[in-house]
């Protein structure tokens, strides 16, 4: 099925943005790994909305474990874990029951469930379930760790404002701490001053802005990944381009390439002091041929500002199939890219864990 990835440790979402509860099913994960529920509450709250830079909607975020968790540990039964869902508001969502929101998954998915799509938050197709996404990334996070596996992630740009870069080459484990511990991760301070400006800003007019999330993978086995359709940045952006609202994603240098000579481009070999050929500069992300070498893994997703706003939109009827003004009422973030951090982590995590030669 469609919200199924993964052939190792498969990772299956369930659910829709006002059901009851979500969640995901978590099959192959190997048995006795320790689930320390304490760590997965405060990763689940880097997500969840606290602040006026983020909706209204406020939910609890609690894991449920349903089976596969027994005191603490992985007992080698599928993982099946639930969030419920409690402070929804379907009454919002009734003057789009038939007139499509632009730029959401409305018209796509009338025309292809014939009309019986759950409208509600956005029903399956809702960022509501990138909550599940990260409860089924914590734990493949938490095996990646087990292997030295460092994944870390900031917001490198809203609007025109871009934060410093990650560092390519090398890991810097007390920044890491610093961002993973922020609810707005950003390596220069200054810089989230005026990003959030920008967005409350935006939020002010009844508009939303866009931005971008850089991540680094540090201490990642060499020799993961494949040529072709089973490369590394083929699963990424496979697993990334499932986060809703991830419209653009480029690895190393990425789309900066099509500027460079090879010269300047390609990354000249050199040996460390422990004998280990690496590369002097890292404008390929840590990948060449689809695998992993032992640079760094870096990456970044651009996320398009968030459809639902205040200001009055043209759209189409489909009922009557007439065109028309909507005005979206309800809870949304005037821009997503701070929450959305730990989501990319989390699909990151996802997506290494079932790269060719990873040993779980």
């Known amino acids: 099925m469609s919200a199924t990835f993964g ?3 498969k ?15 978590v099959d192959g994960v190997p ?34 474990f349903k089976s596969g968790v027994v005191d603490g540990l992985t007992c080698g ?11 929804t508001r379907s009454q919002d969502y009734k003057n789009v029951q038939s007139v499509m929101r632009p730029s959401h998954s409305d018209l796509a998915a009338f025309i292809k469930y014939a009309g019986q799509n759950d409208v509600r938050g956005g029903g399956q197709f809702s960022g509501r379930l990138t909550a599940a996404m990260c409860a089924a990334g914590f734990i493949c996070l938490e ?11 900031h917001v490198s740009r809203i609007g ?6 990650l560092d390519n080459l090398k890991s810097d484990e007390y920044l890491n701490g610093i961002l993973k511990a922020s609810d707005f991760p950003v390596i220069d301070s200054e810089k989230e ?19 971008e999330i850089e991540c680094a993978v ?14 590394l940045e083929a699963l990424i952006a496979s697993a990334v381009f499932s986060v809703p609202a991830v419209k653009g994603l480029e690895f190393g240098a990425g789309f900066e390439y099509a500027k460079m000579t090879g010269s300047i481009a390609n990354d000249p070999f050199v040996l460390n002091d422990k004998g280990d050929v690496l590369t002097e500069t890292n404008n390929c992300g840590g990948i060449l041929g689809g695998i992993s070498f032992g640079m760094p893994l870096v990456f970044r997703a651009a996320f398009k500002p968030t459809p639902s706003i205040a200001t009055a939109q043209k759209s189409v009827d489909v009922i009557e199939n007439k065109e028309c003004e909507l005005t979206i009422k309800g809870r949304h973030d005037p821009c997503i890219v701070p929450r959305a951090a730990a989501v990319i982590e989390a699909v990151t995590a996802i997506a290494l864990v079932n790269a060719d030669g990873f040993d779980t």
């Open 193 to 211: 001053s005026k990003m959030t400006d920008l967005i409350l800003e935006a939020k002010g007019r009844g508009d939303s802005v866009g931005g």
């Open 11 to 25: 990772v299956t979402l369930f659910g829709q943005s006002h059901a009851s509860a979500i969640g995901a099913i």
């Open 77 to 87: 039964a599928p993982i099946c874990l639930m969030i419920e869902n409690g402070d």
């Open 7 to 9: 052939n190792r440790i």
């Open 31 to 64: 048995a006795g790994l320790f689930i320390d529920e304490e760590k997965l509450s405060a990763f689940m709250d880097r997500r969840r909305a606290k602040n006026a830079l983020a909706t209204a909607r406020h939910e609890a975020d609690k894991v449920i």
């Open 218 to 231: 540090y201490n990642l086995p060499k020799g993961l990944g494949s040529d072709f359709f089973g490369g």
């Open 143 to 153: 095996i990646l760790k087990g292997k030295g596996v460092e994944v870390v992630s």
């Open 160 to 165: 025109d404002i871009e934060d410093t870069p």
